[in-house]
């Protein structure tokens, strides 16, 4: 038997995402209080036709007050050796406020505590926090469109061969929009020659040929890619060891459209080449086509 506990923010998606475990096989329950888990765990596990089964629950802010329950009951059912894994879902505080306007929906924190959205936000942000920080998987959705999450919940959750079962995440992103939440690891590119200041390169962006030419025709860039590959190449097997599920690496240059879209390209072909499972989102221009 094999849990998964989708929690996060309100408006990150958490609906799409039960839905897509569903679609994969996974016996859901929404809203989930959090000292009912176990109980949950040990009532789908009993029946022997079932230990082979999959099952995946939401809890999260709806619950208020016994969500304080949500780390003891981790903790059980880790001593009773319930296989489980935590997917947080966050998004950042402009996108989430949009959500609400576009479905006309209160936030939960609002109701009772004479919040406004953003206040409901930032408060539901940092009780979540121990959370997220013990979560097997982050997912940014700020960027996502519901398909584009589907596929990635998708391909995080599928089972796989152990030696494959770590992803290896690439984000893009421009440092003047802030570094993305649920980075592992981030890399500034903004010391590297910019196409930015080059009039024909300026309206393109790290996709296209001409600006990864340019972008990796100088010799510090170069370098710089190398030793980087070299230490994710070498780290790797260790995360791995680890039973890390999920790496992200972030490359950041200014506006996150030119030097860190070529980097985190580079890199998505490097890693593959080493059979390694690769997402790539480049947000800012993925933001820009939204």
Same mark, same amino acid.
């Given at each position: ?122 408060? *539901? ?21 519901? #398909? ?40 500034d590119v903004r010391c590297l020659p910019n196409p930015y200041y080059i009039d024909e390169l300026k309206p393109l962006t ?9 972008? #990796? ?28 599920? *999920? ?44």
């Amino acid at each position: 038997m094999g849990l998964i506990v989708v929690t996060g923010l309100s408006g990150a998606g958490k609906s799409i995402a039960i839905n897509a475990l569903e679609d994969l096989g996974y016996y859901c329950v929404d809203n989930l209080p959090p000292q009912f888990l176990v109980s949950f765990a040990d009532l789908y596990g009993m029946s022997e036709s079932n230990r082979e089964k999959k099952i995946a629950t939401v809890v999260d802010i709806r619950g208020k007050n016994m969500f304080g329950d949500f780390f003891h009951a981790m903790e059980e059912l880790g001593r009773k050796k319930y296989p489980y894994r935590i997917l947080f879902l966050d998004a950042d505080t402009k996108t989430l406020i949009n959500r609400y306007k576009y479905t006309r929906r209160r936030h939960p924190l609002m109701e009772d505590d004479n919040l406004s959205m953003e206040q409901a936000i930032e408060a *539901e942000r940092n009780f979540l926090k121990p959370t997220m920080d013990r979560a097997d998987f982050i997912v940014d959705t700020s960027t996502l469109k519901p #398909m584009q999450l589907r596929e990635k919940i998708v391909n995080l959750v599928s089972d796989r061969p152990e030696e494959d079962s770590l992803v290896l995440r690439i984000v893009s992103f421009g440092f003047k929009e802030g570094i993305p939440s649920d980075a592992d690891m981030v890399y500034d590119v903004r010391c590297l020659p910019n196409p930015y200041y080059i009039d024909e390169l300026k309206p393109l962006t790290g996709l296209t040929e001409q600006v990864q030419n340019y972008v #990796m025709g100088f010799e510090e860039s170069r370098v710089f890619f190398e030793k980087i590959t070299d230490m994710i190449s070498y780290l790797l097997p260790y995360y791995r060891k680890e039973g890390k599920n *999920e790496l992200v690496v972030a490359f950041g240059c200014t506006g996150g459209r030119h030097r860190s879209v070529c980097f985190a390209e580079r890199f998505a072909a490097h890693m593959r080449g080493q059979g390694c499972r690769v997402l790539v989102t480049h947000r800012e221009i993925e933001r820009s086509m939204s």
